[in-house]
Structure formats: C-alpha cells, structure tokens
C-alpha cells in the first residue's frame, strides 16, 4: 500500500458527472479509490482499463441499509480501510409538488438523504475505530434555491442531507473524523436534466408553470459554464490539504461555482434583510416579568 500519505477513497455514483471527474483526479494524485455505481457494466465501460490503484464495485446506494452494509464490508476488504468515503450518488426529481406529493418525495429522499445516510453509517464504525477518516458530502446550491419549480423536491432534499452533515461533524469530532459539505452550482455534467417531469396526480391547472419550468433546465444542460474536473481537483486539494488548499483551515462547506456563490449569498441576504424588517416585533414575546 504505498506511502504513508496514500488515501483510499469509495466514491458513490462513478459512472457520469462528478464522480466520474473525482476518480480520474484522485488517482491522478497517487490514491486508490473503490469506485462504485449502480450498474457495473457500466462502470467499466467508462473505466475499462485495468488500473491497481483502482477497484470497481456495484452499489446502488437506494438499496435497503443491510445491503448497503455488506457492499462497504466488500470496499473495506479491497485494502483494509477507507479513509475518505464521498457521497457523490444522486439525481434530480421534477415534480409540482401537489402533483408529485409524498410518493416523489420519498423516491427523491430514498436516493439523496436515506442512501447517504445508509453508505456514510457503514463507513463510520471503521472510521470511529481508527479515530480517522474523512466524509465528504455532494449538496447542492439549490438548497438555497428552493423557488426553482419544479425542483423543490431535490432542494429539500440537499437541504436535508445539508443539515445531516452539520450533525455528523459535531457527532464525529470526537472521533477525529472530518466533514465536507460541498454545494456546487450548475457544472457541466451529463444528464443531470435528464429526467422528466414525475406526475403522480396531473392538474392541469399547473401544466404552463410545470412545461416552462422544464424547458427552462432542458435549455441550461451541456451549456453551463462550470466545468466539473476543475471542481473535483479542488476538490481533492482540500481533502488533501494540497495545491490552492494547502495552509487553508478545513471548511465544513465548500461552495463551488461563481454561480452559486451569487446564489447563496442573494438568499442569505434576503434572509437577513427579513429578519432586521421583522426584529422588532418578533424577538419581544418573553413573558412579562411578573409571570
């Protein structure tokens, strides 16, 4: 195994987009990565030369937790530990949601929140015993972007996994595990417009909202301007502590994209703005001194 600075990495979702990206750069950088996805066919159409330092494993991460957990047992046993676990694996439901309701939801949480959830927890006990390891966490800008119909579901979704990694950094501390949320704009990245609109219940009377909101993130697919491999490698730098991260305080958040630091900050902003107006009336509700 290398040298004393040599990290083995699971990535999730390594077939496409980002993960795809952080597989080329981190072994550019001397690392082993267990590369997983849900086909593994494939995986190793898009990975198809032999590799040492690289491993190839089927995992859907929306399977049931148990399944999940012999899966990472699987990675572990490839070299023995796994010090960097990303969750990258995800995608993007479209649905008004009085017409995806609860049933979209829960397919959209499956994937985004219970399948982070479920990957990250069977990483943990190994990490905990070595008291080392690095999670890191693919949000999304859109948890600050939650106005963008029809992508409400996986915004709540970011929101969520978001709030869980804030959590897991306090919980894992102890541990001298880290964490890294990271929240991209819009990157170059296929597919992730694919899917089309999710229509439990049709009322027709949002058809007009629903087809331009489609229309108008068909119309932003292969044109973004960010592009993912820059991402990752900065990516990798931070984990690393190398390149433009090197000297720099580890960040629980790492915002990525010009787009999305416009984005964050109009919305925190915002929210700052309401709360000044609304301050006065909304802090004075104490009970009175003599109750």
């Known amino acids: 195994m290398g040298g004393f600075h040599q990290k083995v990495w699971l990535i999730t979702g390594t077939s496409s987009g980002f993960g795809k990206r952080l597989v080329a750069s981190v072994l550019a950088r001397g690392d082993c990565v267990i590369a997983t ?5 494939k995986l190793r159409a898009v990975f198809p030369t032999p590799e040492r330092r690289l491993h ?17 047992k699987e990675a572990l046993a490839v070299w023995g530990r796994i010090d960097v676990v990303v969750n990258n694996a995800g995608y993007g ?19 985004n929140l219970f399948g982070v959830l479920n990957v990250t927890n069977a990483v943990l006990p190994h990490m905990r015993e070595r008291r080392a390891g690095t999670v890191v966490i693919l949000g999304s ?14 915004a709540a ?14 919980e894992l501390r102890p541990f ?26 049709h009322i027709p009377a949002y058809d007009d909202m629903r087809n331009a909101g489609m229309a108008r993130f068909t119309a932003i697919a292969g044109h973004e301007k960010g592009d993912p491999a820059k991402a990752m490698e900065l990516l990798v730098d931070v984990v690393k502590g190398e390149g433009r991260a090197a000297g720099r305080e580890w960040p629980l958040w790492l915002v990525l994209g010009r787009d999305a630091y416009v984005d964050v900050r109009a919305k925190t902003q915002k929210l700052l703005a309401t709360m000044d107006a609304w301050e006065d009336v909304a802090t004075d509700l104490e009970f009175d001194c003599d109750q």
């Open 93 to 111: 439901v479209k649905a008004v949601l009085e017409e995806g309701g609860a049933l979209a939801a829960l397919t959209q949480f499956q994937t």
């Open 37 to 41: 996805a849900r086909n593994l066919e």
């Open 56 to 72: 190839l494993l089927q995992l859907d991460i929306s399977d049931a937790a148990e399944l999940v957990q012999q899966r990472v």
């Open 141 to 154: 800008r859109s948890a600050w972007r939650a106005e963008a119909s029809p992508a409400g579901l996986y």
């Open 176 to 201: 001298g595990v880290r964490v890294l949320i990271v929240a991209p704009g819009a990157f170059r990245t296929e597919g992730v417009h694919a899917y089309p609109a999710t229509i439990n219940t």
């Open 157 to 170: 979704s970011k929101a969520a996994v978001h709030a869980v990694g804030e959590t897991y950094a306090s």
